[in-house]
């Protein structure tokens, strides 16, 4: 791996301290680090570099599992990390950074590799891009690269200004929008179960699956995030970024497994099929809810409305189920039921591809066979099948075929996709069109919840609102 200069904005917020961190601390002891790198971090107010590894060290005492004082190796760890003070609007701030940087490219001989971090504000993506470019911070003998954290934008347009901001200092293969979802190890082992197992693509098409199933749900509210989640909502918090996202993937066609640009075409062409949701529609095939009072884990909680920062009388969405179907000759006719919420009865990440019966599997009351791909909390791939009861042959039961991961060290996102980064391997981040082409699908529904939008509340502790099973039960189908 080349040796880089890894500049890291935002370097004293809370990203940084849970994930980026332990995260890089993770890849030092894997030794997938390159052999010379620096890590260059800013913030609003003066540090010494000594304060800055404290400031780290405390950092990973509190939210890594790996710390090991007693490694002979952990201050060689602590001494990558360099510190600036930078103001994000203040041009004169990037100069010195510009400086600091090169100083220390020569002191390590690194080539101007770099990679630049914004775990900052969204509101400030563009300001730093323009300013990183303004200062000659870009202006690089070897590569350069921009990670983004989600947002992209708010809406269709704000996207395309973003972007179109973006493109003004790096060109789009240097942009890399990172969607932590995409790190996620069973995500990432998707492709290689549909395409690596020749059991699974010759079924994996209309003829033979009944429903796709995404759902991600959460046990816990929001968290102390009201001011952030009163502007997003579930629909732009998970449904037009993460949910999409693992959509896609499912969806796609075939790819050249060793061409990343393939990945990315085939995902961009998943949306162009997209079956589109005009605002006039969306009630037929969208559910919105918004949790009410009730009991989690044996506790009484409060309702969305009650939570601390949030509006009395808010209609933001903490509940999102949609059905949706690829019109395209692999997917016709085929619905994709997606749903994410808060405060619902558990927590799970899974997709469930529910296969075809046959008439006389239906007319016994076969069960129908699933294969179930859990991605959180617990990561594993089990298929159902049907057996006969061994205690009475005449009933039928299902069975689990199951694989579950049993790694020592699960890898976390933030790993995955900060080792791919520093190789430049874009593959598991999000490109502009499939950005974009996810927008287009998701306005018309903002557009919407803007002039009329339905609300169902669920109580806190439950599977969402029945609506959104009765979704389901007009296809004849049911959520598992």
Not at 205 to 231: L, P, S, W
Not at 392 to 416: G, I, L, T
Request: net charge negative.
């Amino acid at each position: 791996m080349e040796p880089m200069a890894f500049v890291l904005f935002g370097a004293t917020g809370d990203l940084a301290r849970r994930k980026l961190f332990p995260a890089l601390y993770r890849l030092f002891l894997d030794q997938k680090l390159p052999q010379e790198m620096i890590v260059v971090g800013t913030g609003k107010g003066e540090k010494t570099d000594e304060q800055f590894r404290a400031h780290v060290h405390d950092s990973l005492e509190t939210f890594s599992k790996q710390v090991d004082e007693l490694d002979p190796n952990f201050d060689d760890f602590l001494e990558m990390f360099h510190y600036c003070a930078l103001d994000a609007r203040n041009g004169d701030d990037y100069k010195k950074l510009l400086e600091l940087v090169q100083h220390h490219e020569r002191e390590y001989g690194i080539p101007e590799n770099r990679l630049f971090y914004l775990s900052v504000s969204p509101e400030f993506f563009d300001t730093i891009a323009l300013h990183i470019k303004e200062a000659g911070l870009g202006d690089t003998k070897g590569w350069k690269r921009l990670i983004i954290e989600k947002p992209f934008g708010r809406d269709l347009d704000t996207a395309r200004l973003l972007n179109e901001k973006l493109n003004q200092a790096f060109d789009e293969k240097e942009i890399y929008r990172i969607d932590h979802y995409l790190g996620k190890g069973m995500v990432q082992n998707l492709r290689m179960l549909r395409f690596g197992n020749s059991i699974f693509e010759p079924l994996w098409n209309k003829e033979h699956i009944a429903n796709v199933q995404i759902t991600a749900t959460e046990v816990v509210g929001v968290e102390g995030r009201a001011d952030y989640y009163e502007k997003s909502g579930a629909l732009r918090d998970m449904f037009q970024n993460h949910l999409l996202q693992l959509f896609m993937l499912v969806a796609m066609e075939p790819e050249e497994l060793a061409r990343e640009e393939d990945v990315h075409e085939k995902k961009k062409n998943v949306l162009a099929s997209l079956r589109p949701i005009q605002k006039e529609d969306a009630a037929k095939h969208i559910i919105f809810g918004q949790y009410g009072r009730g009991e989690t884990d044996g506790h009484k909680v409060i309702g969305y409305r009650q939570e601390p920062g949030v509006d009395p009388l808010s209609k933001t969405d903490t509940f999102i189920a949609a059905r949706l179907y690829v019109d395209n000759a692999r997917w016709s006719g085929v619905p994709f039921y997606i749903q994410t919420g808060k405060r619902m009865n558990m927590k799970s990440t899974k997709i469930i591809i529910e296969f075809k019966r046959s008439a006389d599997e239906k007319d016994a009351g076969f069960p129908p066979n699933l294969l179930e791909i859990s991605i959180g909390p617990d990561t594993a791939v089990s298929f159902r099948i049907n057996s006969n009861d061994l205690e009475r042959e005449d009933r039928v039961e299902q069975v689990n075929m199951k694989y579950k991961e049993r790694s020592k060290h699960v890898q976390e996102a933030y790993e995955r996709l900060l080792f791919d980064a520093f190789k430049g391997n874009s593959t598991f981040f999000a490109r502009w069109g499939e950005v974009e082409a996810a927008w287009k699908f998701v306005q018309p529904l903002l557009d919407s919840m803007a002039e009329d939008l339905s609300l169902y509340e669920y109580p806190a502790g439950s599977r969402g609102p029945k609506a959104s099973r009765q979704l389901l039960q007009e296809d004849g189908f049911r959520w598992w």
